[in-house]
């Protein structure tokens, strides 16, 4: 017979993997449910505060209950409930934090209110730090002036197993248990219990889309869905991912870009739409770069590159007004500004000031020579185009540390882009170039199907050359050109990157939840429970 998971026996690791504490709190379920207290209760906690709203309301030090002087009648009562963060057990009183989604809030509890038995038997001894609790009682503050909640009722919701990395004291000093960059990211969820303010970070991020997202409804562009399976990968130069739809036997691929989807629908009559979307591309990782990433793309019809470079720029001014009430915003020992208008630059001028040669007009095989006379590697199935990217990524792109925007890109670089209206060879594009990375790609889109064929065949012969990034030929989209498609001006925005940008993070795993990793060694990591102590780092 199966052993119920609730057996005095149950272990569900084995006993030799388990630290200490980690067999202690798994005895500690066992007396609980002795007790008939069930770790895990099934019922509902109302709670009718938070601690920042109770903070909040006694802000002022001559507002509130001081200790003993308040008659039941005039008490304020409240139900709270989070995490168990401290403990500080004085014989017959204790003192806890708990700690909500708004932050901590101290309890008091007391042998005589509680029960003895509960208290001695239950609360000293089978409670711990990482425990969520329930607490009942009413608000007062204690003789050295900190806003309490005196507790009534102590109920336990789930008890924690592991026990949590919190920081330590040691010769004066404050050290981190959890620093290690790797095992926040993996373990994230103990990084959001142990670093409250990494929450912060992703509330901010939220904000962020919210408000783009006002800023794109308020001007009647209709927001999108559109397919993240694609029989053909399109809207940019990536590798793509590939999967197998076993109904319908055919290979798919996570889509890199949702641009000639995007596109089909002002083909179809819509005047403005946007997809705030995960694309994927099959690619290296940095602290710049995650396979799986969040885009925004917009596309409005009758309107070209010119008109989005002030959109663009009306828009991140505003996400920085809602986000820090100033369009200065702090990246690193820097400030970035991202007040309008912004600088202008075309490409080949920003190439030519950045390294000392004119490079507009040169062959495939002059700029290769160049761009090796520069130390840049140039590889055979680089096109022209590559060697052009290769070099402005190099020399310039790290120089552009304000919010710059540099247009009228090569020709060769931007297959979906129309041709420049007055200079031959280049495109109508521009990139908004910040702290040193592209942050959003924009184009006066091309809508000429002959065209679009010939630079698809163009993106052909280069995979063909072994050039893996190279668009495919998506017959569907010529089609739904040859329908026509208005003047259309298209803009494509990293929300990772900006996000960074906006909450002042070093990388884009610091603002992506989950980002992907290695899978872990087959040797156990460092515990995220403070096991392993030796690499401790003051703060």
Same mark, same amino acid.
């Given at each position: 017979?199966?052993?119920?998971?609730?057996?005095?026996?149950?272990?569900?690791?084995?006993?030799?993997?388990?630290?200490?504490?980690?067999?202690?709190?798994?005895?500690?379920?066992?007396?609980?449910?002795?007790?008939?207290?069930?770790?895990?209760?099934?019922?509902?906690?109302?709670?009718?505060?938070?601690?920042?709203?109770?903070?909040?309301?006694?802000?002022?030090?001559?507002?509130?209950?001081?200790?003993g002087?308040?008659?039941?009648?005039?008490?304020?009562?409240?139900?709270?409930a989070?995490?168990?963060?401290?403990?500080?057990?004085?014989?017959k009183?204790?003192?806890?934090?708990?700690?909500?989604?708004?932050?901590?809030?101290?309890?008091?509890?007391?042998r005589?209110?509680?029960?003895?038995?509960?208290?001695?038997?239950?609360?000293?001894?089978?409670?711990?730090?990482g425990?969520?609790?329930?607490?009942?009682?009413?608000?007062?503050?204690?003789?050295?002036?900190?806003?309490?909640?005196?507790a009534?009722?102590?109920?336990?919701?789930?008890?924690?197993?592991?026990?949590?990395?919190?920081?330590?004291?040691k010769?004066?000093?404050?050290?981190?248990?959890?620093?290690?960059?790797?095992?926040?990211?993996?373990?994230?969820y103990?990084?959001?219990?142990?670093?409250?303010?990494?929450?912060?970070?992703f509330?901010?991020?939220?904000?962020?889309?919210?408000?783009?997202?006002?800023?794109?409804?308020?001007?009647?562009?209709?927001?999108?869905?559109?397919?993240?399976?694609?029989?053909?990968?399109?809207?940019?130069?990536?590798?793509?991912?590939?999967?197998?739809?076993?109904?319908?036997?055919?290979?798919?691929?996570?889509?890199?870009?949702d641009?000639?989807?995007?596109?089909?629908?002002?083909?179809?009559?819509?005047?403005?739409?946007?997809?705030?979307?995960?694309?994927?591309?099959?690619?290296?990782?940095?602290?710049?770069?995650?396979?799986?990433?969040?885009? @925004? $793309? /917009?596309?409005?019809?009758? %309107?070209?590159?010119?008109?989005?470079? +002030? =959109? #663009? *720029?009306?828009?991140?001014?505003?996400?920085?007004?809602s986000?820090?009430?100033?369009?200065r915003?702090?990246?690193?020992?820097?400030?970035i500004?991202?007040?309008?208008?912004?600088?202008?630059?075309?490409?080949?001028?920003?190439?030519?000031?950045?390294?000392?040669?004119?490079?507009?007009?040169?062959?495939?095989?002059?700029?290769?020579?160049?761009?090796?006379?520069?130390?840049?590697?140039?590889?055979?199935?680089?096109?022209?185009?590559?060697?052009?990217?290769?070099?402005?990524?190099?020399?310039?792109?790290?120089?552009?540390?304000?919010?710059?925007?540099?247009?009228?890109?090569? @020709? $060769? /670089?931007?297959?979906l882009? %129309?041709?420049?209206?007055?200079?031959? +060879? =280049? #495109? *109508?594009?521009?990139?908004?170039?910040?702290?040193?990375?592209?942050?959003?790609?924009?184009?006066?889109?091309?809508?000429?199907?002959?065209?679009?064929?010939?630079?698809?065949?163009?993106?052909a012969?280069?995979?063909?050359?072994?050039?893996?990034?190279?668009?495919?030929?998506?017959?569907?989209?010529?089609?739904?050109?040859?329908?026509?498609?208005?003047?259309?001006?298209?803009?494509?925005?990293?929300?990772?990157r900006?996000?960074?940008?906006?909450?002042?993070?070093?990388?884009?795993?610091?603002?992506?939840?989950?980002?992907?990793?290695?899978?872990?060694?087959?040797?156990?990591?460092?515990?995220?429970?403070?096991?392993?102590?030796?690499?401790?780092?003051?703060?």
């Amino acid at each position: 017979m199966n052993e119920s998971p609730h057996s005095d026996a149950y272990r569900p690791e084995p006993e030799q993997e388990l630290s200490d504490q980690e067999r202690r709190r798994r005895e500690e379920l066992v007396l609980l449910r002795a007790r008939g207290i069930d770790p895990y209760p099934a019922e509902a906690f109302e709670v009718s505060a938070h601690a920042a709203e109770i903070l909040a309301r006694y802000r002022d030090p001559e507002t509130g209950d001081a200790e003993g002087q308040v008659p039941p009648e005039a008490r304020w009562y409240v139900s709270v409930a989070g995490r168990i963060m401290s403990q500080r057990i004085m014989g017959k009183a204790m003192f806890f934090h708990i700690q909500d989604e708004t932050g901590r809030i101290q309890i008091y509890a007391r042998r005589d209110e509680l029960g003895a038995e509960f208290y001695d038997e239950v609360l000293k001894k089978l409670f711990d730090i990482g425990d969520i609790v329930g607490v009942r009682g009413w608000v007062f503050r204690t003789r050295t002036g900190e806003i309490s909640v005196h507790a009534t009722e102590v109920k336990l919701l789930a008890k924690a197993l592991r026990p949590l990395p919190l920081p330590k004291e040691k010769d004066g000093k404050i050290y981190h248990a959890f620093r290690d960059k790797e095992q926040r990211y993996r373990l994230r969820y103990v990084d959001l219990i142990v670093n409250p303010h990494v929450r912060e970070v992703f509330r901010k991020r939220a904000r962020m889309i919210r408000t783009i997202r006002d800023f794109l409804d308020a001007r009647g562009y209709l927001e999108v869905e559109t397919p993240v399976l694609q029989p053909i990968y399109g809207g940019a130069t990536a590798r793509p991912f590939v999967t197998y739809h076993n109904a319908l036997d055919m290979p798919l691929y996570l889509r890199i870009a949702d641009e000639l989807y995007l596109k089909r629908l002002i083909v179809g009559g819509f005047e403005g739409v946007y997809e705030i979307a995960k694309d994927f591309r099959n690619e290296g990782m940095s602290r710049f770069h995650n396979p799986e990433f969040t885009m @925004l $793309e /917009l596309y409005v019809a009758y %309107k070209d590159y010119y008109w989005m470079m +002030g =959109l #663009v *720029e009306e828009m991140l001014e505003t996400v920085a007004l809602s986000l820090h009430g100033s369009t200065r915003v702090p990246v690193g020992d820097r400030w970035i500004d991202f007040r309008r208008p912004w600088p202008r630059v075309e490409f080949f001028t920003a190439l030519r000031e950045a390294t000392g040669r004119e490079l507009y007009g040169l062959s495939r095989e002059e700029l290769a020579r160049v761009a090796r006379e520069l130390g840049v590697q140039v590889e055979p199935s680089m096109g022209a185009g590559k060697i052009l990217d290769e070099l402005f990524s190099t020399f310039v792109e790290p120089a552009c540390i304000q919010p710059t925007i540099v247009m009228d890109y090569p @020709l $060769e /670089l931007s297959p979906l882009a %129309k041709r420049h209206r007055s200079k031959p +060879g =280049l #495109v *109508e594009r521009f990139e908004v170039i910040c702290n040193g990375k592209e942050l959003c790609n924009a184009f006066s889109e091309l809508n000429d199907p002959i065209d679009q064929r010939e630079r698809f065949l163009e993106q052909a012969r280069l995979r063909a050359q072994g050039d893996e990034e190279a668009m495919q030929i998506d017959e569907d989209f010529l089609r739904a050109l040859e329908y026509g498609m208005p003047p259309t001006a298209g803009l494509g925005v990293g929300i990772d990157r900006l996000a960074m940008i906006m909450t002042n993070q070093e990388s884009i795993r610091d603002v992506i939840l989950f980002p992907h990793m290695k899978p872990e060694s087959a040797s156990p990591p460092a515990s995220a429970s403070g096991q392993q102590q030796d690499q401790e780092v003051p703060c």
